[in-house]
């Protein structure tokens, strides 16, 4: 999701928000006092985001099972994680739920360095994202299986979404009701949203009421995981309601420096406590569970050992077991948004000046407004190309002008974008130690747009936004396209300001990958269970072999549902 939401260039919403999300805290209420780590647990989780959460519920709710997460950060409790708007504030630089990292320079992006926020905390990255429910397409899953990984078909995974869900209209063939997940379509009454969706129509695609259901292809509303006007992401669904439990400790402030193997098995994982840094270590009785991320788990991996032997060697970090696929196959969605002038106000003239102090204090007494919303309530999924057999780019409108990368936010004058995003990137990037200091953070080396193919889906990205943008419905808001501007017209012009300005949509994923039994650079089976390693599986985003057509979050919780239950059933 691009950093956007209720802004100004003046950061009043920012000010006013954030001076009541933490009265007398410098921690926007993310509570960092250190809990008490037992000493031994049955099951241990490694990393409390969206995954984690999802494992802290499900491997806790047998009251036999002694369940421990250890989180980095705090409890994410703040306002602003429970504001949909705060995303605005929280995705856009450092604070405490979002680790912020940078990448190393991006060749086909001219040497920029993207931008790479990761969710720290309770919740994780759907403590601080766009809240878009978007599970993928069906044939993603289907070629998962194709490529050797029994089970995870969309048969297979289908039942784990379900099970996860309480869906916007009740229970049907896709969609589950009364699980812990609220799932909601979103709320907002500005026009223009259903404006775009009959820009897209006219433009020539179908509008589809439901992009999780049985067709995603085509235009409409975008389902999201708000529920009273209040951020519904892994700790609200999953986490809080097992934290009574006496089985269950949720550790906060707590950094996993090592995974301890002795003779082919986990026995115990070593961890910093504290602003102190206290060493401290809890033995495993049963299964480690690594769910730290895409960005983080293939580094802990390394730390502990087990990865590439000549990048390990290098770092004399002692070989524990060789998988010279940890960190490889990195994937992510990179977009590019078409702009325009409005001569009807949007999301700038709403949010200037005093209006910014008005939303925050409506938002408090009321719990909705611009404050209870994601700004991101239309979009679609498109094809390129006729032939291929599913969507390979998927379309976030957006009701304000927005800088196309970086984390600068809105620009300062009414407008809308349609950004494009890449959903099937050819190009692979890596993440690496940087040394063998557990605090340092993870080398990103993204390798962007560095096939001609991905630079194809980009050029025919911006045509598809243009033709939707010039349509009939969105000429009362439209005035004059800025960006890329009329004047880029030929394919040299568009590709060189793709390179320019094109950045991420912040959906890593793939540094730990499922693969079949012959395939050299898989990191987990299909059970998940780390090669070479008894009693350690990883379960988040980075298992994924390739990336899903759409945003990540909704899969990332389906893989640890799945995770939960091959682990219980002792598969």
Known sequence: MRTIGVRSNANELDQTIGAIASPGSDDGGNGLMAQVIPESADYVIIGGGSA??????????DPRNQVVMLEAGGRNTGLLNVMPAGMATLMRGPNASNWAFESEPVEALGGRRMFVPRGKGWGGSSSINGMLYVRGNAADFNQWAQMGMRGWGYDDVLPYFRKSEDGPDGENAYHGSGGPLHVRFGKSREPIYPAFIAAGVEAGYPETSDFNGAVQDGVGRYQVNIEGGKRAGARRAFLEPALSRPNLVAG?????????????????????????????????????????????????LGLSGIGDPERLSALGIPLVAALPGVGRNLQDHVDIAVTYTSRLPLLWSRTKGFRAGLIGLRYLLRRDGLGAENSLESGGFVRSRPELDRPDLQIQFIP???????QKGMRPFDGFSIDMIALHPESRGEVTLRSADPFDAPAIHPNHLATPGDMATLRAAVRIARHIGAQPALAPWRIDEVDPGPGVTEDAMVDAWTRDHAATIFHPVGTCRMGAADDPGAV?????RVRGVDGLRVADASIMPTIVSGNTNAATMMIAEKAADLILHGR
């Open 524 to 528: 987990v089976d299909a059970a998940l």
């Open 400 to 406: 304000g002008a927005m800088f196309n990368h970086g």
């Open 52 to 61: 984690g959460c999802v494992l802290a519920n499900r491997l806790s709710a």
């Open 252 to 300: 906060t402030n707590v950094h996993v420096t090592a995974i301890v193997v002795e003779q082919g098995r986990v026995v115990a994982i070593d961890y910093a406590q504290g602003k102190d840094r206290v060493k401290r270590r809890i033995a495993v009785k049963g299964e480690v569970v690594l769910c730290a991320g895409t960005l983080q788990s293939p580094q802990i």
